[in-house]
């Protein structure tokens, strides 16, 4: 029976996913249920994914008819339900705080943190955007402590399972009495019943209902953003009468349309904990075949090398990794070095083997444009008038540099062969951002405790 009510409490799984799991008899006063898939006008609508089509698309042999969107997930069809358990918020009562030790936070971290915890007791929307490196993590423990000795059930979800996995052991050790999940596609843990979840927005699809604090992570990130499928599953996960926290470094078209109607509140922190600016971007024209690592980039290249500093060279597309990963090797054949995607089975070893210096360099695509911190690191963009180098995407990249209050600054190369608007909004966002900042600064009213 316990491990019936773990499985199913604020969780939403198919009759043939229960069986699977070895639960037949579903004989529980608690439990509800409601039909997978639905027809209203000849159209299909999928109640886990929010799917919505002409039915007679995806019609079946016996006349029932399966969403295509979540297959996935394990598919759904209009002859199946979908059974769940309201969530009880069954967790232990504490009575002293439950965050391990407070983070020193600036004057304007602790305004911006206060408002966060504001907004959780209010059940409240809130964007924090705040510049990379602004400490936005740290900022949140309040409201995350208040919401856990609430006895409320804590989600922060991401689009990157590279974010998941750096923010994991961080809460596990701001809030070790409490029990806590990553859950991700292949991560390894298998499903238990916890106060705080850790999990790609891709697994809420499996909540319903479950969440009282709901935090999204990289909100303008892909596969995220602009995802119909994905906001619906944020929807739903949460409960009814909850609170949701929205973090970003870089906010989209629509969250900024949305801030200026007065739709979403928001708490804008355009200054890096350690008080130090953001590395502004150094733009580099150059004529040189598509493949090749021409003299101008070479330069910055090798005084990294010189300095032992660890680097990250950003390519468009994954064809381009081998070629360039094989002539900095070619150049530097001492310095151990890797490339890394999506892809990449190993790219968490990868990164982890950056970190601790057994490699120097990583040639990467986008996969690591934010979520990674390290150490003294600098970054290059090669072909970074790109499509797929957007603003967003290229101010992330510069917000790798930086982060470390010891090491607070570092190169931010952008090499391109035609302007782009791209680099020309990443280049001003970054200017206007340190202004900002200078103005703090100059007022003196950021100080550290």
Same mark, same amino acid.
């Given at each position: 029976?316990?491990?019936?009510?773990?499985?199913?409490?604020?969780?939403?799984?198919?009759? %043939?996913?229960?069986?699977?799991?070895?639960?037949?008899?579903?004989?529980?006063?608690?439990?509800?249920?409601?039909?997978?898939?639905?027809?209203?006008?000849?159209?299909?609508?999928?109640?886990?994914?929010?799917?919505?089509?002409?039915?007679?698309?995806?019609?079946?042999?016996?006349?029932?008819?399966?969403?295509?969107?979540?297959?996935?997930?394990?598919?759904?069809?209009?002859?199946?339900?979908?059974?769940?358990?309201?969530?009880? @918020?069954?967790?232990?009562?504490?009575?002293?705080?439950?965050?391990?030790?407070?983070?020193?936070?600036?004057?304007?971290?602790?305004?911006?943190?206060?408002?966060?915890?504001?907004?959780?007791?209010?059940?409240?929307?809130?964007?924090?955007?705040?510049?990379?490196?602004?400490?936005?993590?740290?900022?949140?423990?309040?409201?995350?402590?208040?919401?856990?000795?609430?006895?409320?059930?804590?989600?922060?979800?991401?689009?990157?399972?590279?974010?998941?996995?750096?923010?994991?052991?961080?809460?596990?050790?701001?809030?070790?009495?409490?029990?806590?999940?990553?859950?991700?596609?292949?991560?390894?843990?298998?499903?238990?019943?916890?106060?705080?979840?850790?999990?790609? $927005?891709?697994?809420?699809?499996?909540?319903?209902?479950?969440?009282?604090?709901? $935090?999204?992570?990289? $909100?303008?990130?892909?596969?995220?953003? @602009?995802?119909?499928?994905?906001?619906?599953?944020?929807?739903?996960?949460?409960?009814?009468?909850?609170?949701? %926290?929205?973090?970003?470094?870089?906010?989209?078209?629509?969250?900024?349309?949305?801030?200026?109607?007065?739709?979403?509140?928001?708490?804008?922190?355009?200054?890096?904990?350690?008080?130090?600016?953001?590395?502004?971007?150094?733009?580099?024209?150059?004529?040189?075949?598509?493949?090749?690592?021409?003299?101008?980039?070479?330069?910055?290249?090798?005084?990294?090398?010189?300095?032992?500093?660890?680097?990250?060279?950003?390519?468009?597309?994954?064809?381009?990794?081998?070629?360039? %990963?094989?002539?900095?090797?070619?150049?530097?054949?001492?310095?151990?070095?890797?490339?890394?995607?999506?892809?990449?089975?190993?790219?968490?070893?990868?990164?982890?083997?950056?970190?601790?210096?057994?490699?120097?360099?990583?040639?990467?695509?986008?996969?690591?444009?934010?979520?990674?911190?390290?150490?003294?690191?600098?970054?290059?963009?090669?072909?970074?008038?790109?499509?797929?180098?957007?603003?967003?995407?290229?101010?992330?990249?510069?917000?790798?540099?930086?982060?470390?209050?010891?090491?607070?600054?570092?190169?931010?190369?952008?090499?391109?062969?035609?302007?782009?608007?791209?680099?020309?909004?990443?280049?001003?966002?970054?200017?206007?951002?340190?202004?900002?900042?200078?103005?703090?600064?100059?007022?003196?009213? $950021?100080?550290?405790?």
């Amino acid at each position: 029976m316990e491990k019936t009510l773990n499985l199913l409490m604020g969780r939403q799984l198919s009759s %043939l996913q229960l069986k699977a799991l070895g639960i037949v008899a579903l004989d529980l006063a608690e439990l509800k249920q409601r039909p997978a898939v639905t027809v209203k006008k000849g159209r299909i609508f999928c109640q886990r994914c929010g799917f919505q089509a002409p039915r007679a698309n995806y019609a079946l042999p016996d006349k029932s008819y399966y969403c295509p969107a979540c297959l996935a997930w394990g598919r759904l069809t209009t002859t199946m339900s979908l059974y769940s358990i309201p969530e009880a @918020n069954d967790f232990k009562k504490y009575s002293q705080d439950l965050l391990e030790k407070k983070p020193r936070l600036s004057l304007w971290q602790k305004k911006a943190a206060k408002e966060l915890l504001q907004t959780v007791k209010l059940k409240q929307e809130r964007l924090l955007w705040a510049v990379t490196g602004a400490g936005k993590t740290e900022m949140l423990f309040e409201a995350l402590n208040f919401a856990l000795l609430n006895q409320q059930r804590v989600c922060l979800a991401t689009p990157r399972v590279d974010v998941c996995n750096e923010l994991y052991p961080r809460l596990c050790q701001a809030f070790p009495k409490v029990k806590s999940s990553l859950l991700y596609q292949n991560s390894g843990q298998e499903y238990d019943y916890t106060q705080l979840v850790v999990c790609t $927005v891709h697994q809420l699809l499996r909540f319903y209902h479950a969440f009282d604090l709901l $935090v999204i992570d990289e $909100v303008d990130a892909f596969p995220y953003v @602009n995802d119909r499928q994905l906001h619906y599953a944020v929807a739903h996960a949460k409960k009814i009468n909850s609170s949701t %926290l929205y973090l970003t470094a870089t906010p989209d078209r629509y969250l900024k349309q949305q801030i200026y109607q007065n739709k979403l509140a928001v708490t804008c922190l355009p200054l890096r904990y350690h008080r130090h600016l953001l590395p502004e971007i150094t733009l580099v024209k150059l004529y040189f075949p598509k493949q090749k690592i021409e003299e101008r980039t070479k330069k910055y290249l090798a005084k990294w090398i010189k300095n032992k500093t660890p680097f990250l060279v950003f390519v468009p597309q994954i064809a381009l990794l081998k070629p360039i %990963l094989k002539e900095l090797q070619h150049l530097w054949p001492a310095i151990n070095g890797e490339c890394v995607s999506a892809l990449d089975p190993d790219r968490l070893q990868k990164v982890k083997n950056l970190r601790a210096g057994i490699d120097r360099y990583l040639v990467t695509t986008t996969i690591l444009e934010r979520g990674i911190t390290i150490t003294r690191l600098n970054v290059m963009v090669l072909q970074a008038d790109a499509p797929i180098f957007s603003e967003t995407v290229l101010v992330q990249i510069a917000g790798r540099v930086g982060r470390d209050k010891d090491y607070p600054s570092g190169d931010v190369i952008f090499t391109y062969q035609e302007m782009t608007s791209a680099l020309r909004a990443a280049k001003k966002q970054i200017k206007l951002l340190n202004q900002k900042a200078k103005q703090l600064l100059k007022n003196d009213e $950021v100080s550290t405790l």
